[in-house]
């Protein structure tokens, strides 16, 4: 109780598809907002994309815009990020967040976020 959990992840070519997913309890997902960040080996941990699961308000960074899609699932506290066109400057573990501090309103920093998942690896070759 009380974690993300996520799921999906894995090695694909470059212009392939991946589909990740976080669950998360009720108290992390209703009506709060949730993200993706990814960090790549010797990077910071950057936004990738977040959603106000109160009115379904998605933000991406300019990077992935058009390239991923962060959506929910309010029947199974889920929030998913489908990542399309995939490049290999994509490879990174990817780590869903929750519990932000302050307003939903762009992809946040690290700092916003007190509720982390385990993260997942998505590796893109050329």
């Known amino acids: 109780q009380g974690h993300l959990v996520q799921s999906g992840g894995g090695s694909v070519q470059a212009g392939g598809s991946l589909t990740l997913s976080c669950v998360a309890p009720?108290?992390?997902?209703?009506?709060?907002?949730l993200a993706w960040f990814r960090q790549a080996p010797g990077k910071e941990r950057e936004g990738v994309a977040a959603?106000?699961?109160?009115?379904?308000?998605?933000y991406y960074a300019d990077s992935v815009k058009g390239r991923f899609d962060i959506s929910q699932d309010n029947a199974k506290n889920t929030v998913s990020l489908q990542l399309t066109h995939l490049k290999p400057e994509d490879t990174a573990k990817y780590y869903c967040?929750?519990?932000?501090?302050?307003?939903?309103?762009?992809?946040?920093?690290?700092?916003?976020?007190?509720?982390w998942g385990q993260g997942t690896q998505v590796t893109v070759s050329s």
């Open positions: 959603i106000w699961t109160g009115s379904g308000s998605t």
């Open positions: 967040a929750a519990d932000r501090i302050g307003a939903c309103f762009d992809v946040g920093s690290p700092d916003d976020f007190t509720a």
């Open positions: 009720n108290r992390l997902y209703t009506r709060r907002c």
